[in-house]
């Protein structure tokens, strides 16, 4: 027989301190279609992510930025500096709206994963604690990401500017 640790407390053993919060908010997303907001979602995007330990969701993100100043530069979109981000925004409002809903789905999806994987509902909460909670760590590989990033995405849209311009000529 598998292990039988209760979802909440399960969530509550993956979650860590902040549970309380978690659980309101995954509630009132629950009576409002999955939404319910998230501030540091919202404003620290990939770095709330990554403290969250929530990386293939950092790659998502990664790479919808990276594809972003390529798709500026492949179709010629020369916009003003405040229009000139309009995925960011969009991304920022959709993390913050639906931050805590994707964090609800990952914390499941662990906890299947670990369930299966685990014959002990010992080992099941050992690994939910060591697997869940928070990540400094995480935050500071984001940073350096986006560090990376930055250095090399600027002559990465010039290069494909550049071979859309002799294409085109």
């Not at 620290?44 to 969250?52: D, E, S, T, V």
């Not at 990540?135 to 849209?157: I, Q, T």
């Amino acid at each position: 027989m598998k292990s039988s640790i209760r979802d909440d407390a399960a969530l509550a053993v993956f979650v860590g301190a902040r549970y309380p919060y978690y659980k309101t908010s995954w509630a009132l997303a629950g009576a409002r279609g999955g939404m319910s907001w998230n501030w540091a979602a919202c404003l620290l995007g990939p770095f709330w992510m990554a403290y969250r330990r929530m990386y293939w969701q950092v790659g998502v993100y990664a790479l919808i930025v990276c594809a972003e100043p390529v798709l500026h530069a492949l179709f010629r979109l020369d916009m003003p500096l405040a229009l000139s981000r309009p995925m960011l925004y969009a991304l920022a409002l959709l993390l913050g709206m639906y931050g805590n809903e994707l964090y609800r789905w990952h914390a499941e999806a662990t906890i299947r994963r670990l369930r299966e994987y685990h014959w002990s509902p010992e080992l099941v909460n050992y690994s939910l604690a060591r697997c869940g909670r928070t990540s400094w760590p995480g935050v500071f590989a984001m940073g350096l990401l986006l560090a990376v990033m930055v250095v090399s995405l600027r002559p990465l849209a010039g290069l494909v500017a550049h071979s859309a311009g002799l294409a085109a000529g």
